[in-house]
């Protein structure tokens, strides 16, 4: 190994350690038998017993699950509409209206939302509201998602199936949505992702009754920063850590059986 | 009657027309290519004939039904695409039972049928594995097999060996015209490779910038060539410029510019005064050594200006007195003889009175 190759993992490690360890501080200490962040006494799972006796940060935690599911749910369906849509038909403006609410800073998003809610609509903010918001900023993560996807695949396969006597239906149904799938999976589970923890949109869009538990959190800590707090962190982590592997592993997978070869024939 | 007939279609994209008015007809159990350059339209009438295009102007007639309107599921046409379009996520035998499936087919029949088109393309023991476990050649066959299992009335055949390297190609290529022959399907076939057109197909057309120049057998299109494109386009030929100085029913003499009078044939109609190209193929160039004694009627001087050894055969590129190439095949039968002739060499070229072709401007 030279001289620089030594400094290059010194300093991979350096950055893996700034972004890792914080969130293993976290962990660790949501299992720490004391009240305070400061060292470490002993074991125990009284944190997480408290946290499922916390009523509001249990209706927190039902609240933000019902609108990471309708949202990524929505934001899926749509979005596989229009990444399909946008390879299809080779669109130069809807893919710009698509992909910017990704690109567009969160802040700006949740301003321009508010407004339009409040001023526009005349809705009363609540959960729909957000589930609204979400899927607004989900919908480009899918859509790209799913285009990319396409762009790798031989034209001609879609042909192949109406030429063979397949319906227009029949063909998304039994060719084009099953090799998207993957695609529409991962699309599904990062909007979730995105959704579950999102803080500046929700903080926007929310209503005064019912408790999101990104919000809840930040407002637990605003008193104190109680291990309870680094429980639920370390729930929410551990769920988006399952997701973004499960994500990962799907396009991985479905990557190495559709694209590999049979691009070589051209 | 024809099972295929397209009449006057006429197909035009924003800034050009890419089939131009193109009548052909197709007979039942016939190998029909269409042959031409990229660009010249033979895949777009393809596209028309499956559906997936619709033409401007025009009919496209199948069993003398128009299929215009009719959508690609609804023709009893399929496809075999030149990326072979097999379905990634399923099996090699569900991709065969595709076109069954869809057409509403009963399980029981659906195996058997699957098993047989197996067999047909010898795969049969490939059922269960996926496209992507299988080598070109063996796509290429599922490929097939897929096209015809159902027993379309007609198999268009999209440049199918074009992936292919060329040794498995000549082998694909023997399994096609088998294939064909044993199941009576009629093939419509679309390659820009003259070499494959001449070898699999009854029938050829020669298309060009969207139209055709010539439909024959493919001994006729190669001896008999229409114009200079198509003379130029199927195999290799030498061209001189020449006027006819006397038309006779049986011969032409033509005044071949700067060399003298050579005796050649040409189409009907040909009158004395026309101008155009004195056409030869290599093949029927004889090169002698120049103290032979000429025995065929145009005999010219020439000097070897380059050749090339391929192996079997060898062409020797000469030098006419008019300052024009003419090339000359010679078939290396003599074992470890690689070259009768060396660069710069003087010799005697010579052709038979009716191997030359006259073809007008």
């Not at chain 1, 008193?223 to 429980?231: C, D, G, I, L």
């Not at chain 2, 999209?158 to 399994?175: F, N, S, T, V, Y």
């Not at chain 2, 386009?233 to 038309?247: D, L, W």
């Amino acid at each position: 190994m030279g001289r620089s190759n030594i400094w290059l993992w010194s300093l991979a490690a350096l950055i893996y350690a700034f972004l890792y360890i914080p969130l293993a501080i976290v962990v660790l200490y949501s299992f720490n038998d004391s009240r305070l962040n400061a060292e470490w006494v002993g074991f125990t799972l009284f944190w997480y017993k408290a946290l499922f006796n916390n009523t509001e940060m249990l209706t927190a935690a039902r609240n933000s699950l019902i609108i990471a599911l309708s949202a990524s749910f929505s934001a899926t369906l749509l979005g596989t509409m229009a990444g399909l849509a946008i390879h299809r038909y080779k669109l130069k403006v809807l893919p710009v209206l698509v992909f910017t609410p990704v690109a567009m800073p969160e802040i700006l998003l949740g301003v321009s939302l508010l407004l339009f809610f409040l001023q526009v609509l005349n809705l009363t903010l609540g959960m729909v509201s957000i589930i609204i918001a979400h899927t607004t900023f989900c919908i480009g993560f899918v859509a790209i998602i799913v285009r990319a996807r396409l762009e790798g695949m031989d034209e001609n396969i879609f042909e192949a199936a109406r030429d063979l006597g397949a319906s227009p239906w029949q063909t998304f149904r039994l060719v084009t949505l099953p090799l998207i799938m993957p695609a529409v999976v991962a699309g599904a589970l990062m909007s979730f992702t995105l959704s579950i923890d999102d803080f500046v949109i929700t903080f926007f869009t929310k209503g005064v009754g019912e408790p999101i538990l990104p919000i809840q959190i930040y407002t637990m800590i605003k008193v104190a920063v109680t291990p309870e707090v680094n429980a639920i962190s370390t729930l929410l982590m551990l769920l988006t850590l399952i997701m973004i592997t499960i994500a990962a592993r799907l396009e991985a997978r479905a990557s190495a059986r559709t694209m590999s070869p049979d691009k070589a024939g051209k | 009657m024809a099972l295929l007939e397209i009449r006057n279609v006429t197909r035009r994209f924003s800034n050009y027309t890419a089939v131009d008015n193109v009548s052909i007809s197709v007979k039942a159990g016939e190998f029909f290519t269409l042959l031409g350059p990229s660009g010249c339209g033979k895949t777009t009438l393809l596209r028309m004939i499956a559906g997936f295009d619709l033409p401007d102007s025009g009919q496209i007639l199948l069993d003398g039904n128009d299929m215009v309107g009719t959508p690609p599921e609804k023709r009893p046409v399929h496809t075999v695409f030149q990326t072979y379009a097999l379905f990634p996520h399923m099996t090699v035998a569900d991709n065969i039972a595709f076109p069954l499936k869809m057409a509403g087919k009963a399980t029981q029949e659906i195996k058997t049928r699957v098993g047989e088109a197996l067999e047909s393309v010898r795969l049969p023991s490939f059922g269960n594995r996926f496209p992507h476990e299988l080598s070109g050649g063996q796509k290429q066959r599922v490929a097939f097999a897929r096209g015809l299992v159902n027993r379309p009335r007609l198999l268009l055949l999209d440049e199918p060996l074009g992936a292919l390297d060329a040794k498995l190609r000549e082998e694909m290529q023997i399994e096609l015209i088998n294939l064909q022959k044993e199941l009576g399907v009629t093939f419509v076939f679309v390659t820009h490779a003259q070499d494959e057109a001449l070898a699999l197909s009854h029938r050829i057309a020669v298309m060009n910038h969207g139209i055709v120049e010539q439909i024959d057998e493919p001994s006729r299109i190669y001896s008999f060539p229409r114009n200079r494109f198509v003379a130029d386009f199927i195999g290799k030929i030498s061209m001189m410029s020449a006027q006819v100085v006397e038309a006779a029913p049986s011969h032409l003499k033509l005044d071949v510019k700067e060399l003298g009078e050579v005796t050649a044939v040409g189409k009907a109609g040909v009158k004395t005064g026309d101008t155009g190209v004195m056409a030869i193929r290599p093949e029927q160039v004889r090169i002698s050594h120049l103290s032979d004694e000429p025995r065929l009627k145009n005999h010219f001087p020439g000097k070897v200006h380059d050749f090339l050894y391929v192996g079997d055969v060898t062409t020797y590129i000469v030098e006419l007195s008019n300052g024009a190439y003419i090339e000359a095949l010679l078939p290396n039968s003599a074992p470890g003889r690689a070259k009768f002739f060396e660069v710069g060499d003087q010799v005697g070229v010579s052709w038979r009175h009716d191997a030359g072709i006259f073809l007008n401007d």
